[in-house]
DNA sequence: CGATTCCCCTGATAGC
DNA sequence: TGCTATCAGGGGAATC
């Protein structure tokens, strides 16, 4: 589940590969996945517009795009934003759309990178065309990924954005700011970090591997966190999140970085999907345990209730 | 208002 | 072998 670090490995790619690229059009076969224009606009709407800048926010990607009229005088700016969820990511590559059958539409994507190879690739939902013969492709398992496009100032309105707590790598988010953000929440520590309105961009594979790292319980509730544990929990979190970066990402669920490669992190995780494996500081067996329908994995020795 | 549950979706796995 | 049931999981909506 592409969470903060796979996110921006994406977007750091994205940023070498589309930036200037035009629109040229648009297909797509799961129509629930844009949620704003209406998806039989969209097409009509984003077309012609031309790629400026691809951000991160969250484990949202920011896509800004550029809408010019009388030769180049007047410009305005639009935003495509995309979610990944669970299973979602961002592609770049060439694929084309096959019919299978003739009595029905469904239809197929073949893969095709270059000329080196042709496979089926079922979970290309959404295709932007560029004007360098190369296109953006949504891959999605799941179907969970959104998209939404617009002005670029209807879009930053949004609650998807608005509600976004700080970024935890902003230079701003310093050690005291955090300790604040915390202390404020009386939930269990574990959710308080995957809650995007407190922290923006971590998710289920980082917060426990956080919290591993600092020795802290998933269970323990924020507001009881001692200056101690708030200092080593913070220290985790940066370095995990920037390691990670460094490493492109977790190849947990199907995460792919934007030329379809795994990231490198999955191999150094500690306690995520690591149940009855023996942790790597005292050789207890990791335990896994639900908490609000997500899997907590930690160490019951290392990390005290 | 906050906390919990449901739901979206589909591949993997377990059970029969 | 092949069918059905269950589960995972981010986040938004519905419900308690």
């Given at each position: 589940m592409p969470e903060l670090p796979e996110v921006q490995t994406i977007v750091d790619d994205l940023n070498k590969k589309i930036i200037g690229r035009r629109i040229t059009g648009v297909w797509f076969d799961a129509p629930k996945l844009i949620k704003k224009p209406k998806s039989k606009d969209f097409e009509k709407e984003i077309k012609g517009l031309k790629i400026i800048e691809i951000r991160r926010r969250g484990k949202n990607i920011l896509i800004y795009l550029e809408k010019c009229h009388m030769s180049g005088v007047k410009c305005q700016?639009?935003?495509?934003?995309?979610?990944?969820?669970?299973?979602?990511?961002l592609l770049y590559g060439k694929w084309r759309t096959i019919k299978v059958s003739r009595f029905k539409s469904l239809k197929v994507k073949s893969l095709i990178r270059g000329s080196l190879e042709e496979k089926v690739n079922n979970y290309i939902h959404l295709i932007f065309y560029l004007d360098n013969g190369w296109q953006l492709g949504l891959s999605d398992l799941r179907k969970f990924a959104k998209v939404l496009f617009g002005p670029k100032?209807?879009?930053?309105?949004?609650?998807d954005l608005t509600k976004l707590g700080p970024e935890p790598l902003d230079q701003s988010f310093n050690l005291s700011v955090f300790q604040s953000a915390i202390l404020k929440n009386k939930g269990k520590i574990k959710q308080v970090l995957m809650n995007q309105e407190i922290i923006a961009g971590i998710g289920n594979i980082y917060s426990d591997e956080i919290l591993w790292q600092a020795k802290i319980h998933p269970f323990r509730l924020a507001n009881k966190l001692i200056a101690n544990e708030l200092t080593n929990l913070y220290s985790a979190m940066r370095q995990i999140l920037k390691k990670a970066i460094k490493l492109r990402g977790t190849s947990i669920s199907d995460y792919r970085d934007a030329e379809g490669r795994p990231g490198a992190y999955g191999k150094i995780l500690k306690v995520y999907q690591k149940e009855n494996k023996p942790c790597r500081r005292c050789r207890t067996l990791i335990k896994r345990v639900k908490m609000g329908g997500r899997s907590s994995h930690y160490c019951p020795k290392c990390q005290k209730i």
């Amino acid at each position: 589940m592409p969470e903060l670090p796979e996110v921006q490995t994406i977007v750091d790619d994205l940023n070498k590969k589309i930036i200037g690229r035009r629109i040229t059009g648009v297909w797509f076969d799961a129509p629930k996945l844009i949620k704003k224009p209406k998806s039989k606009d969209f097409e009509k709407e984003i077309k012609g517009l031309k790629i400026i800048e691809i951000r991160r926010r969250g484990k949202n990607i920011l896509i800004y795009l550029e809408k010019c009229h009388m030769s180049g005088v007047k410009c305005q700016m639009f935003l495509l934003l995309v979610h990944q969820k669970l299973t979602g990511h961002l592609l770049y590559g060439k694929w084309r759309t096959i019919k299978v059958s003739r009595f029905k539409s469904l239809k197929v994507k073949s893969l095709i990178r270059g000329s080196l190879e042709e496979k089926v690739n079922n979970y290309i939902h959404l295709i932007f065309y560029l004007d360098n013969g190369w296109q953006l492709g949504l891959s999605d398992l799941r179907k969970f990924a959104k998209v939404l496009f617009g002005p670029k100032k209807e879009i930053e309105k949004l609650p998807d954005l608005t509600k976004l707590g700080p970024e935890p790598l902003d230079q701003s988010f310093n050690l005291s700011v955090f300790q604040s953000a915390i202390l404020k929440n009386k939930g269990k520590i574990k959710q308080v970090l995957m809650n995007q309105e407190i922290i923006a961009g971590i998710g289920n594979i980082y917060s426990d591997e956080i919290l591993w790292q600092a020795k802290i319980h998933p269970f323990r509730l924020a507001n009881k966190l001692i200056a101690n544990e708030l200092t080593n929990l913070y220290s985790a979190m940066r370095q995990i999140l920037k390691k990670a970066i460094k490493l492109r990402g977790t190849s947990i669920s199907d995460y792919r970085d934007a030329e379809g490669r795994p990231g490198a992190y999955g191999k150094i995780l500690k306690v995520y999907q690591k149940e009855n494996k023996p942790c790597r500081r005292c050789r207890t067996l990791i335990k896994r345990v639900k908490m609000g329908g997500r899997s907590s994995h930690y160490c019951p020795k290392c990390q005290k209730i």
